[in-house]
């Protein structure tokens, strides 16, 4: 008897922290820009319909956010969102400097070899990262270090 008590006992906390764990529309690519500093810590926040998989990249462009990479990597890197920094601040020929640039992170959805999605580094540019959805893809800007993931 104790181990159905402790099944039931588990199963209903593991469905209380999966109810509360998913946040994002599993319908869409779930778009998070953070400008932070660059435009009075204002965020943006998109639920973008797609079927089955598509890049980042096309992904972005079906949104009102403006990207512009560097000379060198192109959007490999990206140096500019919506025009900020401007190129007074940055002059985005090869790298952004360490301390002053947009972070690239994605969360993939919710699945059975994923109980607990988290936001993590891209590994790759925004035209190599494939997203269905239920993901979500975020730019932040981050300076001096500091990167504030979205909740």
Same mark, same amino acid.
Request: proline share 5%; glycine share 6%.
């Given at each position: ?100 640039? @947009? ?15 988290? @936001?993590? @580094? ?26 504030? @993931?979205?909740?």
């Amino acid at each position: 008897m104790k181990i159905k008590q402790i099944l039931a006992v588990s199963a209903l906390i593991l469905g209380s922290v999966v109810f509360v764990a998913v946040k994002d529309d599993p319908d869409c690519v779930n778009v998070y820009v953070d400008f932070a500093s660059l435009d009075k810590n204002s965020k943006l926040s998109k639920c973008i319909p797609i079927s089955g998989q598509d890049t980042a990249l096309n992904i972005l462009a079906k949104t009102d956010i403006e990207l512009a990479g560097t000379d060198k990597y192109g959007l490999a890197v990206v140096c500019r969102v919506n025009n900020l920094p401007g190129s007074d601040k940055e002059s985005c020929l090869v790298m952004p400097p360490e301390d002053a640039f @947009w972070a690239f992170i994605i969360k993939n959805k919710m699945s059975a070899t994923n109980l607990f999605p988290k @936001w993590g @580094w891209a590994q790759k540019g925004v035209s190599e990262v494939y997203l269905t959805p239920g993901d979500s893809l975020g730019l932040v800007f981050s300076e001096k270090g500091d990167l504030k @993931w979205p909740d």
